[in-house]
């Protein structure tokens, strides 16, 4: 049988084909986000926490050392709590808003694995060119090239994270009375304190402790793994002998 030397059109598809095979083998099980980010934020979480009970103590034996002493109440120096209760609010409105920016980041690379995985030729619009914020672009791209579905009590979860978010960036943690935040008020560790001027309701805040940093945590942890199990079993698919 005579051999006959390959066209050149199909040794330069067979060089792709093989290129493109050991590409995406070697981007099965590749992490979307920096090794170990999020159990790295759990420790800073439960370190920053440690300092805000250490403070909140020193504050609270100090307030109870001075009415030991016979002080009034009314005297009581309690600037020490107010301070307290200010690096409180600041740190975990930082801790919201940089969750936000990690979802974004990790939805964003996700997009860009899936289109790899493609082939850019494949990929008729980008994320840019659909309409919503960069994380909601990024879903509807997931589900519209992937298919990807994205877990509802998780997804929740971060939604409402967005939301409080832009309430932190936009309105300092105060929204519009009239909004409704029943959303967020269900949410565990998030207090929404209301002051009232006669029947007219003038202020509203919202409050966030440590135990909503770690459900968010918790729903984030839990999309992460979804997600990147959905790429994976994509990619297999995609390896596989047509």
Aim: with cysteine; glycine share 6%.
């Amino acid at each position: 049988m005579i051999a006959y030397p390959m066209e050149p059109k199909d040794q330069s598809r067979r060089i792709a084909s093989a290129y493109r095979k050991t590409l995406l083998e070697q981007m099965k099980g590749q992490e979307l986000l920096d090794s170990d980010e999020l159990s790295l934020f759990e420790w800073y979480v439960r370190e920053h926490g440690k300092v805000i009970d250490l403070m909140l103590a020193e504050e609270r034996a100090y307030i109870e050392k001075q009415v030991g002493a016979g002080l009034d109440f009314a005297d009581v120096n309690s600037s020490g709590m107010d301070v307290v209760e200010y690096y409180i609010k600041r740190a975990y409105y930082a801790d919201v808003i940089y969750l936000t920016s990690l979802l974004e980041l990790y939805l964003s690379r996700a997009s860009k694995k899936l289109e790899l995985v493609l082939g850019n030729y494949n990929v008729i619009f980008q994320p840019g060119d659909l309409r919503g914020s960069g994380w909601e672009r990024h879903k509807k791209f997931l589900e519209g090239y992937g298919r990807f579905t994205f877990r509802d009590a998780a997804w929740d979860t971060l939604l409402t994270l967005v939301d409080v978010r832009n309430i932190l960036v936009h309105y300092n943690g105060f929204p519009d009375p009239k909004r409704n935040l029943s959303r967020i008020e269900n949410s565990p560790g998030i207090k929404v304190t209301r002051q009232e001027f006669g029947c007219d309701l003038v202020n509203v805040e919202i409050v966030v402790d440590n135990a909503y940093i770690n459900h968010c945590l918790s729903a984030f942890r839990s999309l992460v793994e979804h997600i990147d199990g959905q790429i994976n079993e994509f990619i297999e698919r995609t390896l596989r002998p047509q």
